[in-house]
DNA sequence: TTGACATATGAACAATTGTTCATATGTTTG
DNA sequence: CAAACATATGAACAATTGTTCATATGTCAA
């Protein structure tokens, strides 16, 4: 009812917007991705990796939380391609896929501080 | 059961880890920014407003939702400095409070479409 | 003041999310 | 091969989130 495209006040700038907006899988990518780093524990992990390449239960130990709940965690990061991981014997290592996303919290940091 | 200390792997770059690490309130300062800008609607604001100033039933337009919804929306981007408004009469306009956020949006863009 | 309009907000409900627990997979060592 | 260990995953449950609907606030014009 107040979706109804008579009531829009100023066309030209909602045309103007519209086409500013990217397509739905490309939104969809970058909700993906602010998504994941919108968790504590998975920003902690983030943090962590931005450091150096750290193992599933170092990383528990760096959230304070479970294995499984890291394991879990860590596959999210994983099919976003934040993460990487390389296996050594029975040890998992993970690290940060690219620098993309340190520079990303990097400059949320310094939003934050202000 | 899992958390215990003694299972850590690898007790240097634990360390390291935890000192890069953030304080709790930081931490969620920015899951807080990440988080507002993890929906598909708020994110379609942002990119609305990055290209000129709107009101709410323009926005509700843009997004193709309710300006109810909208309004709590953007109360939300409100609250964490993301949007800032001027009122003009019965219409309120919002923009962004400052050019961090769009930065942030195009650097995640630029990581998502490789 | 009254009515119309733009926006804001509280309550409630459906959908999504993160954890736990149990169990499975994969790897090394005996 | 079996046992021990590191990690992964599915199901289920509690907590959080975004929307809708009803109503409230604020502004202008008559």
Redesign the pocket.
Known sequence: ??VCQE?I?HHESVQKALNNIPDMDALHSITGIF??L?????LKIVFALAKCEL????L?AV?G????????????L?NLKIVR?R????????RLDDHHVSTLINQTLEHVKE
């Open positions: 009812m107040d009531k006040l998504k994941a919108s968790d504590p524990n998975r193992c599933v239960c170092d528990a959230c939380s479970s294995d499984s709940a890291v394991s879990h965690q860590l596959r999210i994983r991981y296996r050594e014997g029975k040890v998992v290592f993970y």
